[in-house]
């Protein structure tokens, strides 16, 4: 069974950068995909961004040119690198990785974008 462990979320002023990090326990190698989705308050969860098994990547309009996803097969670890961070990037973000059998989530990380 695969566990998701998230970090790299906290609190960042307007412009600047983060790097969310999600380090599974069990290989994700055989993975379908992988990606990155978050929550902000009164809104339904979105997905931000993902990476399929053959390199392919998709990304939401508003994150577009700004986020980035990446994985690292060897370190069993997919990355969000997020520049130009807005006050509406601040969500609770969740790391999502998809088996041909089912999905397995992340606890989630909060990411605020405030001045």
């Known amino acids: 069974q695969v566990q998701l462990v998230e970090s790299g979320g906290g609190l960042v002023q307007p412009g600047g950068s983060l790097r969310l990090s999600c380090a599974a326990s069990?290989?994700?190698?055989?993975?379908?995909?992988m990606g990155w989705y978050r929550q902000a308050p009164g809104k339904q969860r979105e997905l931000v961004a993902i990476?399929?098994?053959?390199?392919?990547?998709n990304y939401a309009d508003s994150v577009k040119g700004r986020f980035t996803i990446s994985r690292d097969n060897a370190k069993n670890s997919v990355y969000l690198q997020m520049n130009s961070l807005k006050a509406e990037d601040t969500a609770v973000y969740y790391c999502n990785v998809k088996m041909s059998y089912g999905s397995y989530w992340g606890q989630g990380t909060q990411v605020t974008v405030s001045s």
């Open positions: 990476i399929t098994s053959g390199g392919v990547t």
């Open positions: 069990g290989s994700i190698f055989r993975a379908t995909a």
